[in-house]
T-cell receptor, first 112, second 114 residues
């Protein structure tokens, strides 16, 4: 089972600040996904990154897949209170892709 | 609306009393899965199903059963619940079990076993 390490585990920032969260592993992945989960709700898919070095933008969110496809980052520009939530990265395990492993997540709080 | 529907949202039960959590999706997805989410441990996969009548264990299958008789439904069965199964449970589905496809999650079932 591949282990995904997310950092930081907790982050509390003021509205308007920028931030970056990370998802790292020693394994190589075919693709990686980012989800956001709000309290009491299921995670919602934000993006899938597939190619090493790939950068995807979703409004103020920028996702990058590492060149070696072992890590990924999520950068938020000018954070807003609506960005508050738990950010999770996930991968399908190699060798059939049946199993999906999630990181423990980064809990983000944006203070107005 | 494309969605995964879980029921119930909240459930309090007693040790040993069999229960079923239902999950249904309306997106014609082949792949479905159950997760439990616990503080400090994150989301852990319980069981998954590649298609009708095809199910397999995830990382924490002990104490759980599943079935996939129809494509849209994937119930989670706890034959004899114990307090260590108190958790937040999520059902999820994806079109196929390939790297590019992400999950659609249900809203969750908060289970308390006393």
């Amino acid at each position: 089972t591949q282990l995904l390490e997310q950092s930081p585990q907790f982050l509390s920032i003021q509205e308007g600040e920028n931030l970056t969260v990370y998802c790292n592993s020693s394994s190589v992945f075919s693709s990686l996904q980012w989800y956001r989960q709000e309290p009491g709700e299921g995670p919602v898919l934000l993006v899938t990154v597939v190619t090493g070095g790939e950068v995807k933008k979703l409004k103020r969110l920028t996702f990058q897949f590492g060149d070696a496809r072992k890590d990924s980052s999520l950068h938020i520009t000018a954070a807003q209170p609506g960005d508050t939530g738990l950010y999770l990265c996930a991968v399908r395990n190699s060798g059939g892709y049946q199993k999906v492993t999630f990181g423990i997540g980064t809990k983000l709080q944006v203070i107005p | 609306e494309a969605q995964v529907t879980q029921n119930p949202r909240y459930l309090i039960t007693v040790t040993g009393k069999k229960l079923t959590v239902t999950c249904s999706q309306n997106m014609n997805h082949e792949y479905m899965s159950w997760y439990r989410q616990d503080p400090g441990l994150g989301l852990r996969q319980i069981y998954y199903s590649m298609n009708v009548e095809v199910t397999d264990k995830g990382d924490v299958p002990e104490g759980y059963k599943v079935s996939r008789k129809e494509k849209r439904n994937f119930p989670l069965i706890l034959e004899s619940p114990s307090p260590n199964q108190t958790s937040l449970y999520f059902c999820a589905s994806s079109l196929r079990a390939v790297p590019n496809y992400g999950y659609t999650f249900g809203s969750g079932t908060r289970l308390t076993v006393v």
